[in-house]
């Protein structure tokens, strides 16, 4: 069974860095797509950055310039250094294994004034 756990959330201030780390198990992830969403108190869940198989990467327009999606196929993880990181950003921040459909728990990053 594949599951994902991430790890890295935690309270910054505004235009201070995290390190986000998703964790998988069960499968392999070196031959599939992997992405970051977030999801805001009150609102829909939201696209962040994407990695494919092949390493060619993706972003959100918020985000690009900031955000940084990498994978480390040898320990099956996939990671996502944010910098600059604003008060609106703050959100529950989940990895995503497209194409079994599976979210992690997901790692609160709380981003203060």
């Known amino acids: 069974q594949v599951q994902l756990v991430e790890s890295g959330g935690g309270l910054v201030q505004a235009g201070g860095s995290l390190r986000l780390s998703c964790a998988a198990s069960?499968?392999?992830?070196?031959?599939?797509?992997m992405g970051w969403y977030r999801q805001a108190p009150g609102k829909e869940r939201e696209y962040v950055a994407g990695?494919?198989?092949?390493?060619?990467?993706t972003y959100a327009d918020s985000v690009k310039g900031r955000f940084t999606i990498s994978r480390d196929n040898a320990k099956n993880t996939v990671a996502l250094p944010m910098n600059s990181l604003k008060p609106e950003e703050t959100a529950i921040y989940y990895c995503?294994?497209?194409?079994?459909?599976?979210w992690g728990q997901g790692t609160q990053v709380t981003v203060s004034s």
């Open positions: 990695i494919r198989w092949s390493g060619s990467t």
């Open positions: 995503r294994f497209p194409v079994y459909d599976r």
């Open positions: 069960g499968r392999s992830i070196s031959n599939y797509d």
